[in-house]
């Protein structure tokens, strides 16, 4: 299943989350994958492609960081894939 993942920084916090980046990496469970990232000019927020077997999985990934991070966490799909399932009559 592929994610996209908003991350919001809290206010304050973008040090600290740096710094745990730096010393503890990424924090990802086994089987979650990230495919990358994209952050606005300003550094606000960060915008992630991230693939995991189960939501609960990167949901543990989402609590190793959300003392720092407020996050929106969407399943997606590669826009051909949507509209072949939709053509195929599988929803959307």
Known sequence: MLFMVIE???PGRQD????R???????MPEGVTYHGSWLPLDGSRCFQIME????ALLDQWVA????LV?????????SAEYWK??????GG
């Open 85 to 90: 399932r939709k053509k195929d009559g599988e």
């Open 70 to 78: 407020d996050f929106e966490v969407e399943e997606v799909l590669p």
């Open 52 to 55: 995991s077997p189960t939501r």
């Open 8 to 10: 919001r920084f809290k």
């Open 64 to 67: 190793a960081w959300s003392d």
């Open 21 to 27: 980046f730096r010393t503890k990496g990424r924090l």
């Open 16 to 19: 600290a989350m740096g710094e």
